[in-house]
C-alpha cells in the first residue's frame, strides 16, 4: 500500500509545469490505475490549508480537488490510538508531531511506502518507509510499488 505526503499533493495541484509537478501528477494518475493506494485524511486537511493560505484558491476549487481524488482513492482517518503511536514515534525518533501522525495513521493503514519530501529519505519506521519521490536515485523503487501503466486489480 502507498501513501502521499501533502507536499505531493500540493505538487500535482500547481499550475506550473516543473518536475516536480508533474512528477506528482505522473504518481497520482499511477496510483489511481493501481489500486494500491490510499490518501489519509490529515494529508487533504493539510492540502485543503496550504491551498487555501498560501496558494489563495478558492475553497470550490479546493473541495472539487479532493472531491476527485475521493472519489478514486480510498481515504483513511487517523484513530485515537494514532496519538499514542505518534507521540511515541516523537519521543524515539524526533519525528515533528504532525509528521508522526500521519506515519501512525499510515502505518496502521498498512503502508509500506510514504511519499514525501520532508522525511529522512529512505527511513523506515516500523512497517512503513519514507521515500522521496523526486530523487532519481528511487525510481527503481518506486516503478516496483506504482508501476508505469498498470491496469487496477
Known amino acids: 500500500?502507498?501513501?502521499?505526503?501533502?507536499?505531493?499533493?500540493?505538487?500535482?495541484?500547481?499550475?506550473l509545469d516543473d518536475p516536480k509537478a508533474l512528477r506528482a501528477r505522473d504518481l497520482i494518475a499511477r496510483a489511481m490505475r493501481a489500486g494500491w493506494t490510499i490518501l489519509l485524511l490529515q494529508t487533504l486537511a493539510e492540502f485543503a490549508n496550504v491551498a487555501i493560505r498560501k496558494a489563495g484558491i478558492?475553497?470550490?476549487?479546493?473541495?472539487?480537488?479532493?472531491?476527485?481524488?475521493?472519489?478514486?482513492?480510498?481515504?483513511?482517518?487517523?484513530?485515537?490510538?494514532?496519538?499514542?503511536?505518534?507521540?511515541?514515534?516523537?519521543?524515539?525518533?524526533?519525528?515533528?508531531?504532525w509528521d508522526a501522525m500521519l506515519w501512525a495513521s499510515a502505518q496502521r493503514a498498512g503502508v509500506r511506502c510514504l511519499l514525501t519530501e520532508d522525511l529522512q529519505d529512505g527511513f523506515i519506521l516500523q512497517s512503513v518507509r519514507f521515500v522521496n519521490p523526486f530523487k532519481p536515485a528511487n525510481d527503481r523503487l518506486i516503478d516496483e510499488a506504482l508501476?508505469?501503466?498498470?491496469?487496477?486489480r
Do not use: C, K
Request: glycine share 4%.
Open 1 to 15: 500500500m502507498i501513501s502521499f505526503d501533502t507536499n505531493i499533493l500540493v505538487y500535482a495541484t500547481a499550475s
Open 58 to 97: 478558492p475553497i470550490e476549487n479546493i473541495r472539487r480537488t479532493i472531491d476527485a481524488w475521493r472519489a478514486v482513492l480510498p481515504i483513511q482517518a487517523a484513530d485515537p490510538d494514532d496519538l499514542g503511536a505518534a507521540l511515541e514515534a516523537v519521543r524515539d525518533h524526533r519525528l515533528p508531531f
Open 147 to 152: 508501476p508505469p501503466g498498470v491496469a487496477r
